[in-house]
């Protein structure tokens, strides 16, 4: 049976959760049931919305209940908006509401891409292998020119970076044009693999009104662009899902959790992280999916920083996984840590952390290359740092190696 299964999370009264399901199963699909005449009933009985499980507990205040949902194939064509509108439309004006999860059945879940690269992919292009990927961000750009973007490029590529993202607020503007970006980026760092045989990959903002996004990625193909940075909770999943299908773009996408907290930050109304910013992603065909890590200032707590992670590399007989990029606040310290909560297969994504050591962003990304390493080898930060003068700054400027 072609369907999908809604788990929510909502506020009541004690002993009122049966009703609220079965409300929210008759309102988002056929409206009303006892009232229909036996005819009527019959001939929407394969429309109407089905009460899967219902439980209830006492929170913090007051009675919660978790109840699931299921929706027939039937009601809407099989895309992410739609499906949305269905379960969650009008739904999400009604009170403490939380959209937990959406399962979907296997012939419905098939007529989503996944990520056309994923971990393993993106592992062949960076030329990295068993160990999380380092990633750094362009950072102080705004209102900078090209020559200050190639030199900040130069130094990240140079300390060991494997990918180097836009700032999610980089937009095309004159300083700093798109393809020009994309030319430079490629120069650069071709020039510099020459030099060092160590592969970066460039990640462009793709940026612009909706109707241009598909013939500027696919520019950005022809001029031999690596990546895409997309914001895509400002443009939407299908837009994502566009861009991922369409084969005269074939480019690694890295999905920007920009505008995500409007909907999931909230522990009482609005769609979980886990769904928004994992499962979606990786249905939509997300490469890499960037959420707030559990340690830095913008933090996300790290049970729900570990279900995204947990949603993007989980097996799947359809999806490839995708990279988790817990990020904000990360500094050489959490490497540890960071491997112990996200394992091997993740991105170490750093802005500050990287070009905010005494040595510049070289030093920077020296310090990480030198703690993954050290992590690798089963052997603590402070051991390292005692033959790795970046490191050792590393740790003096943001403090000793976190324990686990």
């Excluded at 292009?125 to 750009?141: C, D, H, N, T, Y």
């Excluded at 030099?195 to 241009?212: F, H, I, P, Q």
């Excluded at 499962?279 to 729900?304: I, N």
């Excluded at 390493?373 to 033959?387: F, I, M």
């Amino acid at each position: 049976m072609s369907e999908v299964i809604a788990t929510y999370e909502i506020k009541g009264n004690s002993g009122s959760f049966d009703k609220k399901a079965e409300g929210i199963a008759l309102g988002l699909t056929v409206g009303s049931w006892t009232d229909l005449p036996l005819l009527e009933q019959d001939q929407l009985r394969k429309y109407k919305g089905r009460v899967v499980s219902v439980k209830e507990w006492e929170g913090k205040d007051g009675p919660r209940g978790k109840v699931e949902i299921g929706y027939p194939g039937h009601n809407y064509s099989n895309d992410i908006p739609a499906i949305l509108a269905t379960v969650f439309g009008k739904l999400s004006l009604d009170g403490e509401v939380k959209l937990v999860d959406i399962e979907f059945s296997s012939d419905l879940k098939k007529a989503y891409p996944g990520p056309r690269f994923g971990i393993e992919g993106i592992r062949e292009l960076a030329g990295v292998q068993e160990r999380p990927l380092l990633m750094s961000i362009f950072k102080g750009v705004i209102g900078r020119d090209l020559n200050y973007l190639e030199t900040q490029l130069k130094a990240q590529a140079l300390g060991g970076v494997d990918v180097v993202k836009d700032d999610e607020i980089l937009f095309d503007n004159p300083l700093t044009p798109f393809t020009e970006r994309i030319n430079i980026g490629k120069r650069v760092l071709q020039e510099l693999f020459e030099e060092t045989g160590k592969k970066t990959l460039y990640a462009v903002n793709l940026t612009g009104r909706t109707s241009e996004l598909r013939d500027k990625a696919r520019k950005a193909r022809e001029l031999g662009a690596h990546a895409l940075l997309f914001n895509v909770f400002s443009y939407g999943l299908d837009v994502l899902q566009e861009l991922r299908e369409d084969h005269e773009i074939g480019l690694p996408i890295m999905a920007h959790p920009a505008f995500a907290g409007a909907v999931a930050s909230s522990p009482a109304y609005g769609v979980s992280y886990s769904l928004w910013l994992g499962k979606f992603l990786r249905m939509a065909g997300a490469d890499f999916s960037l959420f707030p890590s559990p340690y830095g200032s913008v933090a996300l707590e790290k049970s729900k920083a570990i279900s995204v992670s947990h949603e993007l590399t989980k097996d799947d007989d359809h999806l490839r996984r995708a990279l988790p990029v817990p990020s904000a606040g990360i500094h050489p310290a959490l490497v540890p840590l960071l491997v112990k909560d996200f394992g091997l297969d993740c991105v170490i994504n750093a802005g500050g952390g990287i070009h905010g050591h005494p040595d510049g962003a070289i030093g920077g990304g020296k310090a990480f290359v030198q703690a993954i390493e050290a992590v690798l080898r089963g052997e603590s930060l402070s051991d390292a740092a005692d033959t790795h003068d970046e490191l050792r700054k590393a740790l003096s400027q943001w403090g000793e190696e976190v324990k686990v």
